[in-house]
């Protein structure tokens, strides 16, 4: 069974700082794409950045400059480094990773960690 584990959100003054972490664990293959996408209350999800296994970033417009996509294949971890936080990033955070198991590739969602913005 594959999980994906999400750590390092909570609550940061404006201006701050905050590091989010996602570890792929269990019977994998290799792991493609992750991303991170962000749900805030009464708004849709979204996507925030993405990085292919290669190394291929890509991010919301609205984070460009500010977030810091990366991963560490050898864990299978990916990171979200957060800077220069505002009140409108405070929102519930997804990993999302594309993980081949036994020869297929499957979509797996952490469970969402909070990061709230707030002074």
């Known amino acids: 069974q594959v999980q994906l584990v999400e750590s390092g959100g909570g609550l940061v003054q404006p201006g701050g700082s905050l590091r989010l972490s996602c570890a792929a664990s269990?019977?994998?293959?290799?792991?493609?794409?992750m991303d991170w996408y962000r749900q805030a209350p009464g708004k849709e999800r979204e996507l925030v950045a993405g990085?292919?296994?290669?190394?291929?970033?890509n991010y919301a417009d609205s984070v460009k400059g500010r977030f810091t996509i990366s991963r560490d294949n050898a864990k299978n971890t990916v990171y979200l480094q957060m800077n220069s936080l505002k009140p409108e990033d405070t929102a519930v955070y997804y990993c999302?990773?594309?993980?081949?198991?036994?020869?297929?590739?499957?979509?797996?969602w952490g469970q969402g960690i909070q990061v709230t913005v707030s002074s």
């Open positions: 999302h990773a594309d993980i081949v198991v036994l020869g297929k590739a499957y979509d797996y």
């Open positions: 990085i292919t296994r290669g190394g291929n970033t």
């Open positions: 269990g019977i994998i293959f290799s792991v493609n794409a």
